[in-house]
């Protein structure tokens, strides 16, 4: 789950975390209304307008002003960016409509650098990654010097050790600014671990992490995101959440309590069960390859799906216009195969079906729901196993492209 970065921000004051001054807004005369009260608390002119979605790369798709006229400057700015379809590397080409922005004191910056906490699955460990590199593309550094990054891991028992984080502190050099802005920085880290473990997040990053001319250390941006997993222990979490900003037919996935990913593919997967969904993409990407034929989305019904559960994963699935078939595959454990194939059944006469369905099933009552399928008199296509099912569904792909 991710939250805006002005949201971010109030949970890195609850924990100590230095941070701008700045107020969320809605609408261009809030806005403006923020910026009136930011420039009286601050003395200062200058304030920055920002566009608030759940997004990187803000600033390079214009979605970060700075007024230095005051608030009738950043009225104009506002004007602007509020409603406009912001585009950026995480966006894709479409972009996203900025519906909120965050009203910003503008700070003397005399360095940006980049510090992030997130979860290294290979280590087990939560993993602090820090660069002289801030306010920049980390993948891109990453990619292109990865000398600049360092990283330390934190010991589950024990935790991040002081010494850790004086490792990063003179990683970036921060001893020429002085013992307190080393001191500072020490600090910060150590909150936003805590934070991190009592927030159950998968990732808190600051890009950039500035240091003033004046020596202090100040989080000028958030990115949080938290581990769906640990959604029960979090109440407020629903209060953060902005359905505009998450996928529409995820979300009335997991209304439905199915687990749904929409991809870039063309063929739409029905599966149960985590693993199985996996390889079930895999085996469509390897057969498909040379043929431009890709799963549309993931999608796991779980193992105690009804009809109706199976009615509306279909519908999910036909909402993106890219799907061009249907591939269901189920291992019938807790799950009986008829109880599918009847489900598969109902949802083609109910939704009309005009794109293939390949069904491969296996498990209890296969020969029950086998025959459901043969018998209903419908588009549907028996497949023997995956690799089979994979190679139909190619087929019935490929050969609806020509």
């Not at 600051?206 to 020596?215: F, H, Q, Y």
Request: hydrophobic fraction near 40%; proline fraction near 3%.
């Amino acid at each position: 789950m991710k939250i805006h970065e002005y949201q971010g921000k109030q949970i890195f004051a609850r924990y100590g975390v230095p941070i701008p001054k700045g107020y969320p807004a809605f609408t261009v005369d809030e806005a403006e209304a923020m910026a009136k009260k930011l420039i009286a608390e601050t003395s200062s002119p200058v304030v920055v307008v920002k566009a608030q979605i759940h997004a990187g790369g803000r600033g390079k798709g214009g979605g970060v002003k700075v007024a230095k006229g005051g608030a009738t400057e950043a009225r104009d700015l506002a004007t602007r960016i509020l409603g406009m379809q912001l585009v950026t590397h995480q966006t894709g080409p479409s972009g996203q409509k900025v519906r909120r922005l965050y009203i910003e004191q503008g700070l003397d910056i005399e360095r940006e650098l980049y510090l992030s906490a997130l979860v290294d699955r290979d280590q087990r460990r939560v993993a602090f990654m820090a660069s002289t590199e801030g306010g920049m593309d980390i993948e891109k550094v990453a990619a292109d010097t990865p000398e600049k990054i360092l990283s330390v891991h934190a010991d589950p028992v024990v935790g991040l050790s002081p010494y850790q984080a004086r490792q990063l502190a003179y990683g970036l050099g921060l001893e020429k600014h002085g013992k307190e802005t080393v001191a500072q920085f020490l600090k910060l880290v150590g909150s936003l671990y805590t934070l991190f473990l009592k927030e159950d997040c998968s990732l808190v990053e600051i890009n950039p992490l500035i240091v003033t001319k004046s020596g202090g250390v100040v989080a000028l941006d958030s990115k949080i995101n938290f581990d769906d997993n640990a959604d029960f222990r979090h109440p407020d979490w629903n209060e953060l959440r902005d359905e505009d900003e998450e996928d529409r037919v995820e979300l009335e996935a997991k209304k439905a309590g199915l687990n749904y990913v929409s991809l870039d593919g063309n063929v739409g997967c029905l599966v149960n069960g985590a693993g199985l969904a996996m390889a079930t993409m895999d085996i469509i990407k390897h057969a498909g390859e040379k043929h431009g034929v890709s799963p549309a989305n993931f999608l796991d019904v779980g193992g105690g799906a009804n009809q109706e559960q199976v009615t509306k994963a279909f519908s999910m699935i036909l909402k993106s216009p890219k799907v061009k078939a249907i591939f269901v595959n189920i291992f019938g454990g807790i799950m009986k195969c008829d109880v599918i194939a009847n489900g598969v059944v109902m949802a083609a006469k109910e939704l009309g079906l005009k794109v293939p369905v390949i069904v491969r099933l296996e498990g209890t009552n296969v020969e029950l729901g086998r025959n459901i399928l043969t018998q209903s008199g419908l588009r549907i296509e028996a497949a023997t196993s995956m690799f089979d099912g994979a190679q139909k569904i190619v087929a019935a792909v490929a050969g609806g492209a020509r």
